[in-house]
């Protein structure tokens, strides 16, 4: 129903910046798109939640980047941002994006490539 477009990662300094986005791409302008997110997935372990936006504006975040990161997205360009703030060598993992889609009645969940963040101590 979406394909999801990554951009943004890369290597930064402990206490460095950066930004991430997402683009969706639907394949109907009839596919809904209900929320988008930004999970990671540090070697070793399990992919967990970072960051979530619903349609209506409605944010959670992971409370390990509670206060670093914000999620935003623009709905005109379906596309979402994730600003990570004061980023600690734990933050390295690979970012994916994700998209709940609607059509109808069936619900889908998307994800993106996937991009590497590396913090460095």
């Known amino acids: 129903q979406v394909q999801l477009v990554e951009s943004g990662g890369g290597l930064v300094q402990a206490g460095g910046s950066l930004r991430l986005s997402c683009a969706a791409s639907?394949?109907?302008?009839?596919?809904?798109?209900?929320?988008m997110g930004w999970y990671r997935q540090a070697p070793g372990k399990q992919r967990e939640l970072v960051a979530r936006?619903?349609?209506?504006?409605?944010?959670n975040y992971a409370d390990s980047v509670k206060g670093r990161f914000t999620i935003s997205s623009d709905a005109a360009k379906n596309t979402v941002f994730l600003q990570m703030n004061s980023l600690k060598p734990e933050d390295t993992a690979v970012y994916y994006c994700n998209a709940v889609t609607s059509l109808t009645a069936t619900l889908t969940v998307s994800w993106g490539q996937g991009t590497q963040v590396t913090v460095s101590s």
């Open positions: 639907r394949s109907s302008p009839i596919v809904s798109i209900n929320a």
């Open positions: 936006i619903t349609r209506g504006g409605s944010t």
